[in-house]
């Protein structure tokens, strides 16, 4: 019986086995095969069995596709003889799982090679070739000669079950095309309709600015008046990603527009918000004493919406207000009572909390023109 379908691909072969009832006995013994029509189908005159075996293997080779089932059978002398009726179909081919349907003008060539097919055994067969196979490539494609296969033929090897492999290089222009598989006494595979577009740019936000050299990407804001980003960056060869810094001016929304020579641009949505405050690295403590040490102050602009992910620094030189509300007046003083958020940075100068002169409770408020104020939590001082 074979190891899954009894069916085996004309020009292929696999391995079946012969099963026994009993262990063999000592000495081992012989298997006699034969096949009913040797012009479709043939086995090994015989096979030799080691002894203490419950099964041997013999290879099936397919001849030529039959109308009427072929039988294999296995006998041996004091064992009663057994049947398998076989049929021999015609093969096809199979591409590997990775084959692409969507690529660009700048994809990288990729291998394609070919393995047999049998589709009534589902996938689960591997016959291979009785004798060197060989496989023609050929594109259809719109426009014409969109893209090639280097070599146009390959080798499928005799028992091999997997073709040597050729290139589908990179595409010279948009469009679609297949590939088609063929060979003699094979029914041809064509692929499936693979997409070629022009590469594209995708614009998402990113923490810092890091130009690099190569393409030239261009960028355009709808209102520069709102936010403003860089005219062009210059994209290293082989890079797939590139940053450009977008810088807001005003409240509202605007349009970024990224485009190049030969690739399809992209237009992502900006809202240009009003910034507020964040301690950092940490928050302000909530209990002190009035033996606390000072302690040292900062802010890094914050974006609500942005949950905190975002690392927005400051278009030009930001000055940065502290000021104490607190139970008793004079609770405690920040000195200096103002720092600068500088010009591209995140994290303003520091500042220094003082010892607080008397128990009671404060705030400290942080404020800069075109932000919203920041109130610490509650600092409660004990003596």
């Known amino acids: 019986m074979p190891y899954f379908a009894p ?24 298997v006699n095969l034969a096949s009913s029509d ?28 039959t109308a009427v089932s072929a039988t294999i059978t296995a006998s041996a002398t004091g064992w009663l003889s057994g049947t398998r009726n076989v049929d021999v179909v015609t093969p096809t081919f199979s591409f590997p799982p990775y084959m692409p349907t969507s690529r660009t003008t700048l994809s990288a060539p990729h291998l394609i090679s070919v393995g ?3 589709p009534s055994c589902f996938g689960y067969c591997t ?9 023609q490539f050929a594109v259809t494609g719109a426009p014409a000669g969109i893209v090639s296969v280097t070599p146009a033929s390959v080798t499928l090897h005799q028992n091999a079950a997997f073709s040597d492999p050729a290139s589908v290089g990179t595409p010279t222009r948009a469009g679609s095309y297949t590939i ?45 008046t709102i936010a403003t980003v860089l005219g062009s960056v210059t994209v290293l060869a082989g890079a797939i990603s590139a940053s450009v810094p977008v810088s807001g ?7 970024i527009t990224a485009s190049a020579i030969g690739w399809t641009g992209d237009v992502e949505q900006v ?4 910034a507020t405050f964040s301690f950092y690295p940490y928050p302000v403590q909530t209990s002190r004493t009035t033996s606390s040490a000072p302690e040292p102050i900062s802010v890094i602009a914050f974006l609500p919406s942005c949950f905190g992910y975002c690392t927005d620094v400051a278009n030009n030189d930001i000055t940065v207000q502290f000021a104490v509300t607190g139970a008793p007046a004079g609770i405690v003083s920040v000195t200096p009572a103002s720092v600068i958020l500088h010009q591209n940075t995140a994290i303003s100068d520091i500042a220094n909390v003082g010892t607080p002169t ?12 075109g932000f919203t104020d920041l109130r610490s939590d509650l600092v409660t001082v004990s003596p």
């Open 7 to 30: 069916v085996v691909g004309a020009g292929l072969h696999r391995d079946w086995n012969v099963y026994f009832s009993d262990p063999v006995p000592d000495g081992g013994m012989t």
């Open 116 to 118: 047999a097919f049998l």
């Open 180 to 224: 088609t598989a063929s060979a003699n006494g094979f029914d041809p595979l064509t692929s499936d309709p693979v997409t070629v577009t022009q590469p594209a740019f995708t614009i998402i936000a990113v923490p810092y600015f890091a130009p690099v050299v190569g393409l030239t990407v261009n960028f355009s804001s709808s209102d520069p």
């Open 38 to 65: 040797t012009s479709k189908l043939t086995v090994p005159a015989s096979i030799s069995v080691a002894a203490g075996a419950t099964f041997a293997e013999f290879p099936v080779s397919g001849i030529s596709p």
């Open 127 to 135: 016959d291979v070739a009785n004798n060197d196979i060989t496989v």
């Open 271 to 274: 809202s240009a918000e009003t």
């Open 249 to 255: 001016v005003a409240v509202g929304v605007v349009e």
């Open 358 to 369: 008397a128990a009671g409770t404060y705030t400290i408020t942080v404020s800069a023109t």
